[in-house]
Each structure stands twice: as C-alpha cells, then as structure tokens.
C-alpha cells in the first residue's frame, strides 16, 4: 500500500506561481514514476507531469516551460513547481505515482496509487 498527501494548493493571481510537494508513504520507495494530474470541473483528468526515478520528466504541452517537475527518492516525495500560471490551470492537482516506468504521455489509469487532490485556483 502506498499513501500520498499533497500539500500547497491554493488561490493565486494569473502570473503568480505555486509549489505542489507529495509525500509518499507505505511502500512509496517502489514507486518507479511518480507525477501529477489535474481535474477542472466538468472535465476529465489530464495528465500534467510525470517523473522516473532517475529524475527524466515529461511533461504535457500546456505546462512545457511553466511547470517543473523534481523528485527527492530519499524523501518518496514530488514536487511540481508552477510558474507564470493561468485561469486555465485551476483544478484539483492529484499526485500519482506507479511501480512501473509510465510515458510518454501517461494516463489515469497507468497509475495505481492517488492522493486526495489539492486546489489550485487562479483568478485573473
């Protein structure tokens, strides 16, 4: 079993920037990808940013050059640093992480473990 909790959402002004951190606990040291997702209302998931153990990041296009993913395996902890963000990013963030090496361009269902969400909302 592995637990993670997100922690750092928030309200920001477009043009601001935040930092997701998610913590991984349980048997988060086998997690081989660890990323993000994001779900605005009425919408489905979308993938945002995942990371491999080894620290190679991906990324979807509407975050390439805004978002930065990192990873800190003695901590089973990722982190999405958000800059320059928009209206359009408001959602709920979710953390995921899989055993397995997932990309490019995961989906929701490569993951098997989840955290709770966190908000991100940006005003204009």
């Known amino acids: 079993q592995v637990q993670l909790v997100e922690s750092g959402g928030g309200l920001v002004q477009a043009g601001g920037s935040l930092k997701l951190s998610c913590a991984g606990s349980?048997?988060?040291?086998?997690?081989?990808?660890m990323g993000w997702f994001r779900q605005a209302p009425g919408k489905e998931r979308e993938f945002v940013a995942a990371?491999?153990?080894?620290?190679?990041?991906q990324y979807a296009d509407s975050v390439k050059g805004r978002f930065t993913i990192s990873r800190d395996n003695a901590k089973n902890s990722v982190y999405l640093q958000m800059n320059s963000l928009k209206p359009e990013d408001t959602a709920v963030y979710y953390c995921?992480?899989?055993?397995?090496?997932?990309?490019?361009?995961?989906?929701?269902?490569?993951?098997?473990?989840w955290g709770q969400g966190t908000q991100i909302t940006v005003s204009s």
């Open positions: 990371i491999s153990r080894s620290g190679r990041p």
């Open positions: 349980g048997r988060a040291f086998d997690m081989n990808t």
């Open positions: 995921a992480a899989d055993r397995k090496q997932r990309g490019p361009d995961p989906i929701t269902s490569d993951f098997g473990s």
